[in-house]
């Protein structure tokens, strides 16, 4: 799993375009939601988790190289 292609974002897009990205998103497929999607908002939760934490996210970023 990508978590920039699960956000929607870019790899390099900046700390303010993830959390926006999953703000939106989160919304959107928030179980609670008409139309929610449980395992999508988990998806979701865990990129922002990873990539949403810049420490993380160099972790992440070296990882995959």
């Given at each position: 799993m990508n978590y920039y292609d699960t956000l929607g974002v870019s790899e390099t897009a900046t700390q303010d375009e993830i959390k926006k990205a999953y703000r939106k998103?989160?919304?959107q497929y928030h179980p609670d939601m008409s139309?929610?999607?449980?395992?999508?908002?988990?998806?979701i939760a865990e990129a922002y988790d990873v990539i949403g934490d810049e420490n993380k996210r160099a972790n992440y970023d070296n990882r995959r190289r």
């Amino acid at each position: 799993m990508n978590y920039y292609d699960t956000l929607g974002v870019s790899e390099t897009a900046t700390q303010d375009e993830i959390k926006k990205a999953y703000r939106k998103l989160s919304k959107q497929y928030h179980p609670d939601m008409s139309g929610g999607d449980d395992a999508k908002f988990k998806e979701i939760a865990e990129a922002y988790d990873v990539i949403g934490d810049e420490n993380k996210r160099a972790n992440y970023d070296n990882r995959r190289r």
